[in-house]
């Protein structure tokens, strides 16, 4: 059996070490994940330079094409992102823009370069946003290349106009250890069926 | 000072005389345009027979047309919807679908015939989908000529994936009453305005 | 090899017999899927009697029940909607709805009953609305239990405020062909796959 | 009549001096702006060291707070943005985090410090994706205070997977010069009456 291998790219707005809720959710999947023997690994976005703009390599120091290669090398993408006015953190739209790139850039077989990779997404805010940005990632990632597994996406918001953060929860809502472990069971059955047999050429 | 009217398109999928949390949290809304000397009143839309379509009158026994002359009528729109999978109900898509006939017609300064009029949005679910239910219904209202006041969106959810709902409450969060509070008395403010002085002819 | 079957979801506003664009594209897709082995069958919604709610069976002459019977029969769903206003026609999301019942519904292994299928989206419209209209079904039918195959959408639209249809044209443009051959292909592998071996048990 | 300033906040990931489209479909505004007596300006918000963040003021050399006054100043935004993956510029939404501390600041009056003024929508792209990047940006611009004029959006994309830009267009449409003409004059007629009697005190 193939091993299967994991990157969360954790979306917040806030670099390390400071706590982050997307990233505590980005590692209960990965928790869960390795339950299924996928090695994981996880990267902080804002903790790199990664440049503006819609190029797989932007030049002049950034750090996207470091990223981009974690990316390649991996099976399954957490996109894990907070949510700031009802959307996706800028950060998880720049990441979009980065992987734009890659829609025109093939393999041998003719077919984009992300093809038989899985995307779950995890979303988190105080309040409200999580199935719009859910939508927002899952379209764009399918869009780039990236299989969805049945259930692929996990969220946490609290109750409308509320203030407290996922990180400051006693514990973690049943639903939501629910959901996390349901999304990783999924994404690792669609990876390693995907890996086993990808997707037939142009 | 010339007095205002006020309709709220109710757009839950459950008929009277069962409760709905949508039409609650329009209740709510109109209460508060009451206490600027606004005139209210409200419809749920699936009590009545509105065809499919996209025409003004799409004849058969059609009971849009009684609901537009209504829309026409009233000053302020309080466009009130549930969530359903994390989307406006489809219901509200329909009341969109059957307005989209109004971009075309126009009124003698050529100006589309719903101008002059301010919308409002609220929505109910829940759990999550309430920005992006606003923000669609926004941006459609706001197509078809609909003026938006500051903050003319309000909504409740409750926690993530949790069951309850609004009508089941034991009282209204104080923070949703003020951001009804505070739509209400912007759209009065602004339905005025446009009243005295409307848009300027094409 | 198991055999695959195939239904299209047309979620037209327009009933049988007057042409329709969404169930135009809906063929060309299911073409496609028929040169990958697949028994395709085709349905228009509006032609149907389905009750509002979100009960698997609403009564009263309720023809969901039967159309759900399909679904559950099938390998592949495509989801086949116009654009109204920007958004996903109100039977698109009335279809998601009555879905959504599904959700609470479990199979013998304690997954969700839609497991193991395959959904892919197909939008049509005179101008823009289709990454968006994408974006809001994909999420949904995740939600629901199916799988999203790489590069699962598809869409034709005119530039910014035209009005030609898509049934209009001359000839279906090559990169909207393109797109429609690669769902096609992807949703076949990755159907026949979940067929052959579904997600685990909750 | 009191003077009016308009402001134009360009969220291109293309810094200056190299052309842009978002600058272009702006400044088209801008020109219908200044025929109602208008003073306008604009901003390409990627010249400018703005960083991630969601206070008023990150420091660290933060270029944020000098836009945030030039948009203090101003009493009709325009917020104009590319299409990218089908969604708004990271750019874009990065405004919107940044004015979302300005929810929680408000004027003597108690009412949030961005009131009266006006915001309007443009949105450009090579294809499809202008009625969601509005909708996102109307229901954030909104919630933080701004008011939204009749037909408060404008847009250019062409046909579906297409590659040219707007600014490599021979002419702009007319159906697009009349929606931004529209645009500006109910923009400015909006403006003008709430800065002659703004919202009431909370």
Redesign the interface.
Known sequence: MPALTALALVCT?TPSPAPSSSELLARLILDELEKHGVETSSVRV?DHDVK???LADMGNGDEWPALRERILAADIIVLSTPI????????A??V??R??ADLAETDAQGR?IM??KVATVAVVGN??????A???M???M????????????T????????TVDFQDLDEV?E??AT?NA?LA??AA??AR??KA?G??A?
């Open positions: 707005l804002v503006r703009g819609v700031w006015m009802g959307h996706p953190c800028s950060v739209q720049q979009m823009e992987l734009d984009p093809y038989d309040e409200d946003g999580a199935h719009k859910i939508a927002d899952m379209q764009a399918n869009d780039i290349g990236f299989s969805i597994p049945a259930q692929g996406g969220y946490w918001v609290g109750e409308a106009m509320q809502p639903a939501i959901a349901r069971r999924n059955h669609l069926m995907l047999e997707y037939p142009e």
